[in-house]
Structures are given as C-alpha cells and as structure tokens.
C-alpha cells in the first residue's frame, strides 16, 4: 500500500515541476519595429538624472494584423536608465534609455533598450599617449583630454521592437 | 586479506569523498546558474553569458579578463562564501552582467570598450553597481542586497586618489542614492531593515546619507563628494 502512495506522490512531484510555467516565453521571433524621435534633444553636457522622463514621438505608423497598434505622431516616454559621463582619456559619455511605455503594449513584449555615445577618442589618444611617454611626464596629459558628450538628437531614429506573440 | 580489505576500504572512502565534492559543486553551479540565468532572461539581455563556480582563491584580475574577453562569469569560492541570501547573489552577478554586456558594444565587436572598461576601472565600477541595481530591479530581486554584499565583502582601502578602485564607501554611497532616485520603493517599504549588515552599512553611512538628504531637501543636481 505504501508502495502505491509513493508512486503516486512522485508523480505528483514531477508532475507539478513541468506544470511550472515561466513568465516570458521567447520562441517566437515575430517582431515589429517602433520607430521614434525624441521631442527636445538631451546631452550628457547639460543637468540630466538617471530616472528621469523622456518624451519621444512615434515618427512611422506601426501595424500588425492589418490593425494600426500606434499611430504617428503619438507621443511615447521612456526613462533615462544610466548615465555615463566622458572621462579621462578620450572615453566617450553614453546614455542608456529604457522603460519604453507605448500604449496598450505591455514592457514584457519589448526589446527596448537604446544606448548613445559621444565621440570616442580614446583612438588617437591612446596611441599619442604611448608616443609622449618617452619624454617623462608628458604621456600622462592626454589624461585631460575627455571623450565626447553624449547627444540625443531630434533627428536621431530610435528603434525598439515589439514581439506580438511573447507573453 | 586484511591488508586487501583496508585498502578497498579507503579506495571506497576516497572516491565517496570525490562524489560528496562533485554534489556539493553540482548544488553551488545549480544555484548561480539559476540565479544568473534569471538575471539575463528578466532582462531580455540577447547575448550569450555563461557562469562558471570555481573553488580556485579569487583573482581578480583573471576574473575580468574572462568577463571581457570570454564572456563568462567565474564566481570564485572566496567569493560564494560571503553570500547568504540570493539578493547577494544577484549582485554579485549582475555586476559581473554589467561588465560583459560592455564587451558586446562598440567598435570591433566590442574590443574597443572591452580595452576601456579594463583601463577605466573606477569609472566602469560605478556603472557597473547602477547596472546591477537595474538588472536586479527587473529579475524581481532586491536591490539592497547588492549594499549588503559589498558591505560585506570589500574593504575600505585609506584613500583612492591614486587607486584602481573607488572607495567602498563611496560605490555603497552612490548605489544607495540610484536606488532612492530610481527605486524608491524599496526603501520606503524596507525588507533590509531587520537585516544586521544592512544596518550596519545605516551605521558606516551615516555622514553620507546625511549629504545625499541634503541634495534632496535643496534639490542641487550634480556628483556629491562623498566621503
């Protein structure tokens, strides 16, 4: 008898171990471009936050299923995620944006984050760095020189991707 | 005979010991994959990172180097010891994340900035500490784990002026103001506070957290110069 309980118990077991189901689910590779602009243009020059809103505008119709899902013009936010500030060495800013909310698309269903940089310097820093260590000391001035200040244009296209069937 | 059995005995004996060290790593690779692996799907981060355990002593060094360049994640056992909770965990891991995804963006498939997060050290562990705190955030981890961890871990070097890394009081300084700009839910609805390391970092934070009150009551944007 007590055989028979334990089968049924382990069953049970396993059982309940496939019947967890994840939250998301990425087998479908479906995918529809969303393609924005920003509304004012944002640089790492001027006072930005981490967490802070951003409004951007959606610059093409998207459709799926031969129903318009968001319309152009329509105006979207999305939040500074992290801000990296230029440094020594010509090592560029960058800008991280992310929490992208298009209306009645969940986040679950977006591939969203979008990175800019400023210009990379460190190309020809770097080599001129080495080049100046043989006189002493001068190498280390290329530490004053910083990289470019990260710049979100209006004109810049920021495209994210909805995938309709993903949980 | 006897010899013959006391011989068989140990040869027993040691390859038991061999299978209880093989489940013991099979038990500590399960767990960091678990939590790694969350990491990355809740992130819906599309790059291949792996995580490995080893009970090699940590270096620090090498450890980077296979993050940059292999993309995987070696946690060492030195490292694995100071956690306690999966929070922890997912600090650590995130941090690590961080790191890598640096590697994958960039110039020449990433080597570019792969070179610069290795030459930058203090710039990019600041980025990296906002990046787990984010990371942790969409996996549904606490972010106040990652506080508890590098209080508990890293130490407080005299100056770091002239260093590779910032102070650790400074990096818990200003992952404490991202999680209050950014998340301030976990810290109104605090789970941490019955937790002794993390009133221990309250304690070691006291003259930090009063600058950071500060810079919220005159609403001033820009770095503090924390301590």
Redesign the interface.
């Known amino acids: 008898m007590n055989k028979y309980i334990l089968i049924i118990l382990s069953l049970f077991i396993s059982l309940s171990v496939f019947a967890e189901t994840?939250p998301?689910n990425?087998y479908d590779t479906t995918r529809v471009p969303i393609r924005l602009s920003i509304v004012n243009e944002i640089s790492t020059k001027d006072?930005l936050?981490?967490?802070q809103n951003i409004e951007l505008r959606v610059i093409k119709d998207v459709y799926y299923e031969g129903k318009t899902l968001v319309r152009k013009g329509e105006l979207v936010n999305a939040k500074i995620?992290?801000i990296?500030?230029s440094?020594?060495?010509g090592?560029p800013a960058e800008i991280i944006v992310?929490d992208f909310e298009i209306p009645n698309i969940p986040d679950s269903k977006l591939?969203s984050t979008y990175?800019k940089?400023g210009q990379?310097r460190?190309?020809w820093v770097y080599p001129l760095k080495w080049s100046l260590t043989l006189i002493p000391f001068v190498g280390s001035l290329t530490n004053l020189i910083k990289g470019g200040h990260a710049k979100i244009k209006t004109k810049d296209v920021i495209t994210i991707y909805y995938y309709p069937n993903w949980k | 005979m006897k010899k013959f059995i006391y011989i068989l005995l140990f040869i027993l004996f040691i390859n038991c010991q061999s299978y209880a060290n093989i489940a013991d790593y099979n038990a500590i690779q399960t767990h960091v994959d678990s939590v790694g692996v969350r990491l990355l799907?809740?992130n819906?981060i599309?790059k291949r990172i792996v995580f490995t355990y080893s009970d090699e002593t940590k270096a620090d060094l090498k450890q980077k180097y296979k993050a940059l360049k292999n993309r995987q994640i070696i946690v060492y056992g030195k490292q694995y010891q100071f956690i306690q909770t999966d929070d922890e965990l997912a600090g650590m891991l995130a941090r690590e994340i961080a790191t890598v995804m640096k590697s994958y963006?960039?110039?020449w498939g990433g080597s570019?900035d792969a070179?610069?997060v290795a030459?930058?050290s203090k710039?990019f562990e600041t980025?990296a500490d906002?990046?787990a705190v984010?990371y942790m955030v969409k996996a549904g981890y606490n972010p106040l784990g990652l506080i508890v961890y590098i209080n508990k871990t890293c130490p407080q070097k005299r100056q770091d002026v002239v260093a590779r890394h910032n102070l650790t009081s400074k990096r818990l300084a200003r992952i404490y103001e991202?999680i209050t700009?950014?998340y301030p839910e976990y810290l109104n609805d605090n789970e941490y506070i019955n937790n002794q390391y993390y009133q221990n970092f309250l304690l070691n934070s006291i003259e930090n957290r009063r600058r950071l009150e500060n810079k919220l009551k005159t609403g001033t944007?820009?770095e503090i110069d924390y301590e």
């Open positions: 994840l998301y990425f006072a936050t981490e967490g995620e992290t990296i500030t440094g020594m060495n090592f992310d591939m990175y940089k990379n460190c190309l | 799907n809740f819906k599309p963006s960039g110039m570019v070179v610069q030459l930058s710039k980025v906002k990046r984010d991202y700009y950014k944007v820009g």
